[in-house]
C-alpha cells in the first residue's frame, strides 16, 4: 500500500513539474480544468490566492481553490490604476487586431489620427445622432468603422434593415441614407460577413447602442459628440460619457 501512495505521490510530483515547466503551475491547471477553459487563460492576479480569467476580452477573478468567482474591477490604490479596465482594454485591441476590412464599413479621412470601431443600430436614436455627426469626427481626423449590432438580435426589422445597408452596391451611401431615416431597398446578398459584426459585439459584452470602441481598447458605452470624443481620444483616458447614452 505504501508503495502504491509512494507512486501516487511521486506521479503528482511529476505532473506539477511538468506544469512548472510550460510556466503553468499546478493551480491553474486544475483551475482551468475546473472551468473548462485552457490554463493560459488564467493568470495571477495582484490579490494572493486570487487568479484572473479571461474568456474573449472579459475580465473575472476566481479563488485558489475555485470556491468563489468575482466579477468587479481591481483598483490600485496607490497609482489610481483600474488594473481590470487596463486588461480589458490590452485583450480588446487583441481582437480589433483581427478585424478585416471587409466585414466593416469605413468612412475615413486620408490621414486619420484616430480609429475607432462603432456597433451601431439602424434604428437606435443615438447611433442616428452620430452618424449624422459623423463627418465632423472624420475632418478633425477620426475614421470611422461601423459594425451592426442591432438592438432586438438578428433576424429583427433592425436586422433586415442593416441587411439591405449591407448588400447595397454602395454600402456607405446606403448607410447615410438609412440613417437620416431614408428606406433602403437591396437584392440579397452573402450576408455572412455582416454577422461578424454582431458576434463581435456579442464578444465585447455590449449591451447597448451605439459603442465605441477606440484605438487603444476603451469601450465607450454610450454617445458622445464629437468635440468630447475627440478630447477623450486624445487624452486617452477613461470614458465618461455625459451626453446622450445608448438606445
Excluded at 111 to 129: A, F, Q
Excluded at 138 to 156: I, K, L, Q, T
Excluded at 205 to 214: E, H, L, Q, R
Aim: aromatic share 6%; net charge positive.
Amino acid at each position: 500500500m505504501r508503495n502504491v501512495l509512494r507512486l501516487l505521490v511521486i506521479g503528482l510530483l511529476l505532473a506539477t513539474a511538468a506544469s512548472h515547466a510550460d510556466g503553468i503551475t499546478g493551480v491553474q491547471a486544475r483551475l482551468a480544468k475546473l472551468l473548462g477553459i485552457p490554463a493560459a487563460n488564467i493568470t495571477p492576479a495582484p490579490i494572493p490566492d486570487l487568479y484572473r480569467v479571461t474568456i474573449g476580452p472579459q475580465v473575472a477573478y476566481i479563488t485558489a481553490d475555485g470556491r468563489y468567482i468575482v466579477r468587479g474591477d481591481i483598483i490600485d490604490v496607490h497609482s489610481g490604476e483600474n488594473l481590470t479596465a487596463s486588461s480589458r482594454a490590452k485583450l480588446r485591441v487583441t481582437y480589433l487586431k483581427k478585424l478585416q476590412p471587409a466585414d466593416m464599413i469605413v468612412f475615413s479621412p486620408p490621414h486619420p489620427k484616430h480609429t475607432i470601431t462603432v456597433l451601431t443600430d439602424i434604428d437606435c436614436e443615438y447611433c442616428r445622432v452620430f452618424e449624422q455627426e459623423r463627418p465632423q469626427l472624420n475632418s478633425m481626423g477620426v475614421a470611422v468603422r461601423y459594425m451592426f449590432y442591432p438592438d432586438e438580435g438578428m433576424n429583427s426589422p433592425s436586422w433586415r434593415k442593416a441587411l439591405n445597408v449591407w448588400c447595397a452596391k454602395d454600402r456607405n451611401t446606403a448607410l447615410e441614407q438609412a440613417m437620416h431615416g431614408y428606406p433602403v431597398k437591396s437584392p440579397q446578398c452573402d450576408a455572412a460577413s455582416m454577422t461578424v459584426g454582431y458576434q463581435f459585439g456579442r464578444m465585447m459584452g455590449v449591451t447597448g447602442t451605439p459603442a465605441i470602441i477606440t484605438d487603444q481598447g476603451q469601450l465607450i458605452p454610450g454617445y458622445l459628440p464629437p468635440a468630447s470624443l475627440v478630447a477623450l481620444l486624445n487624452e486617452g483616458s477613461q470614458p465618461h460619457p455625459k451626453s446622450g447614452g445608448s438606445r
